[in-house]
């Protein structure tokens, strides 16, 4: 952690211009009877999970360059996670990718993140890639392979992880494989969605009574020609075979490209499937580039989508989580910012006139209609952002505070990494 009298001599710096500037955006927003207190209240209360492989540099295919003092083990992690949340104050959680993040003493792990006022979010599972020593390869496939053995090994897996989520006070499993083929005629696809239902059906069945289950879909890769969960109609039609608690997650890097994400997402929310996001952005495909870092304003429909079904007053608790690949950032500060993008996204959203919106929509209206949309979006938030932050004890200038710390370089120093050549695979 950072000690806090920094960054509390970081907002004694910055918080009377930030009080000029919030006040200036109250009376602004009065005038359209909106109160600011009640966005900056809304803003605290928003919160995103941190993914535990976010920490890490990412890479691509062909390289990974490291960068110092990155975290080793899980409770390094942990402890960036914990720094993330102190200065952002818009990330208390962690999702935990197992078994890279097996922890070997699960009590240990929780009182290690309880210490830091961190918790953990949704578990995901890993049937994409082989482990050492483990019976049966998933090359063909997992929940959906040929191979019985194969499929078991999944299934077991599974369970274990939900077993282990238990533990750590986690109420969600979310599920994404890689299954698929790369040839026409390799796969049947009915059979081998089939298999898929028959195996996602067995794990559901050791699911707590308080849990959710979450399938996570995308187009392609590393299945070049098929994928068996490829889109929210096939996720959507699982979700429903499997059961009540079972959901599906839009991650917004696995569409084609130019889909209509926020459509997808009010039908999901319609039918009562939308069960969670994973927040990145994308330019050519699954690019797990920065939230926000591309296209802001499809972020900011998303959330339109996600405050109206708030405002229809059915029940939904959507699991967030940030989930990019930080190739050329220190990712401490790619984390943090996006974290605010999401939040910026979730708090403009929030702002839109939507009785005047849906006025404008069956006027048939479609210029006032898209100008109210862009009346909330082109908003300057950055105030209510600033002041949520200064209020939870976060730094009002989050990335800022975290350089003046010299949190990386003492890392660089406690953390010294091993002298390897680094794969693109993390
Ligand atoms: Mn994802």
């Known amino acids: 952690m950072i000690d806090q009298q920094l960054v509390q001599e970081h907002n004694e710096r910055l918080v009377t211009g930030v009080e000029d500037d919030f006040a200036a955006l109250s009376v602004k927003l009065a005038r359209v009877g909106v109160d600011a207190d009640a966005m900056v209240a809304r803003a605290k209360g928003f919160a995103v999970a941190l993914p535990s492989w976010g920490l890490g540099t990412g890479g691509t295919r062909f390289a990974r360059f490291p960068g110092p003092g990155e975290p080793r083990n899980i409770f390094e992690k942990v402890s960036d996670c914990a720094v993330v949340h102190q ?11 197992i078994p890279w993040d097996t922890p070997s003493d699960p009590s240990e792990l929780l009182g290690f993140a309880t210490e830091r006022d961190m918790a953990f979010d949704a578990m995901n599972s890993n049937t994409f890639q082989d482990q050492l020593d483990q019976p049966h390869s998933y090359k063909y496939g997992s929940l959906s392979s040929a191979d019985k053995g194969a499929r078991e090994q999944a299934i077991a897996h599974n369970i274990e992880v939900i077993e282990l ?15 698929g083929s790369n040839f026409p005629g390799q796969q049947d696809f009915t059979r081998t969605f089939e298999r898929y239902l028959e195996s996602t059906k067995s794990v559901y069945q050791a699911l707590p009574d308080d849990w959710k289950m979450l399938l996570e879909h995308k187009i392609f890769e590393p299945a070049f020609y098929s994928t068996v969960i490829q889109d929210w109609g096939s996720s959507y039609l699982a979700a429903t075979e499997i059961g009540q608690r079972c959901a599906c997650l839009v991650d917004l890097g696995h569409h084609a490209p130019n889909v209509n994400i926020e459509m997808i997402v009010a039908r999901l929310a319609q039918f009562g499937k939308l069960g969670g ?3 990145n952005d994308s330019k050519y495909g699954d690019d797990d580039l920065d939230s926000g870092s591309i296209n802001p304003y499809q972020l900011f429909l998303v959330f339109n989508e996600l405050v109206n079904l708030e405002m229809s007053g059915r029940p939904f608790s959507p699991f967030y989580m940030l989930d990019q690949s930080h190739n050329v950032t220190d990712p401490i500060e790619s984390l943090i910012y996006s974290a605010a993008e999401v939040q910026r996204a979730f708090v403009k959203a929030s ?4 009785e005047a919106l849906a006025a404008f929509q069956d006027d048939n209206d479609p210029m006032m209609a898209q100008a109210t949309l862009k009346a909330a979006y082109n908003l300057d938030v950055e105030p209510i952002l600033q002041m949520a932050r200064y209020q939870s004890g976060g730094a009002i200038d989050p990335v800022i505070a975290y350089r003046a710390s010299g949190y990386r370089a003492q890392c ?4 010294p990494a091993a002298k390897t050549l680094s794969s693109g695979i993390v």
């Open 87 to 97: 200065l952002g104050a818009a990330t208390p959680t962690i999702s935990l990718h």
């Open 165 to 179: 989520g238990q533990k750590l006070g986690s109420s969600a499993l979310t599920v994404w494989v890689g299954d």
């Open 277 to 279: 996001f994973h927040f």
């Open 351 to 354: 702002l839109i006139d939507r």
């Open 412 to 415: 660089g120093i406690d953390r």
